[in-house]
């Protein structure tokens, strides 16, 4: 790596540092063992997070619009789970699917969601909902519900 490639690294990370901060709390949020301080991270990033909301470790908050994710109170959210507010489609799928869209996600007081699950942008999970290990929602999911399978279907 060449100066002038450190000095254009280095204009470019001062441009977007707001990027840069929200990145260094993602990962730092990823790897910590303490659910209470990973959430305070989350927090720190723009997440609306309520009171004691537990958060594991290898969580991933939307790295690029975290601000759009609401998570209220007493949720807890379990290892690698992932949620998304945004889409970003590559190149191919960009003159069908057109550019970015940002649909805010809510998490509802209560809810939990199991290992490995992926929350999709526009969704809300209801109030004491469980959703499933494994689960990828894609649609609402109503209050007091139990929601597995892919794509998570609600089950009485």
Same mark, same amino acid.
């Given at each position: 790596?060449?100066? *002038?490639?450190?000095?254009? $690294?280095? @204009?470019?990370?001062?441009? =977007?540092? =707001?990027?840069?901060?929200?990145? #260094?709390?993602?990962?730092?949020?990823?790897?910590s063992? #303490?659910?209470?301080?990973?959430? #305070? $991270?989350h927090? $720190?990033?723009?997440?609306?997070?309520?009171?004691?909301?537990?958060?594991?470790?290898?969580?991933?908050?939307?790295?690029?619009?975290?601000?759009?994710?609401?998570?209220?109170?007493?949720?807890t959210?379990?290892?690698?789970? *992932?949620?998304?507010? =945004? *889409?970003?489609?590559?190149?191919?799928?960009?003159? /069908?699917?057109?550019?970015?869209?940002?649909?805010?996600?809510?998490?509802?007081?209560?809810?939990?969601?199991? @290992?490995?699950?992926?929350?999709?942008?526009?969704? *809300?999970?209801g109030r /004491?909902?469980?959703?499933?290990?494994?689960?990828?929602?894609t649609?609402?999911?109503?209050? #007091?519900?139990?929601?597995?399978?892919?794509?998570?279907?609600?089950?009485?």
């Open positions: 790596m060449n100066t *002038t490639d450190i000095r254009r $690294l280095a @204009t470019y990370a001062w441009e =977007h540092k =707001h990027m840069v901060y929200s990145y #260094f709390l993602l990962r730092l949020a990823m790897v063992p #303490f659910v209470g301080f990973n959430a #305070f $991270l927090r $720190l990033r723009g997440v609306a997070i309520g009171k004691k909301v537990k958060i594991a470790r290898n969580v991933i908050v939307d790295p690029v619009e975290p601000g759009s994710i609401t998570i209220e109170d007493y949720v959210i379990s290892p690698r789970v *992932t949620i998304f507010a =945004h *889409t970003n489609p590559t190149l191919p799928l960009y003159e /069908y699917m057109g550019p970015r869209t940002v649909n805010p996600v809510r998490i509802k007081e209560g809810a939990q969601i199991g @290992t490995g699950a992926l929350v999709l942008p526009g969704v *809300t999970i /004491y909902c469980i959703i499933g290990a494994g689960a990828v929602v649609k609402d999911i109503p209050d #007091f519900m139990l929601a597995v399978g892919v794509p998570a279907n609600p089950v009485n």
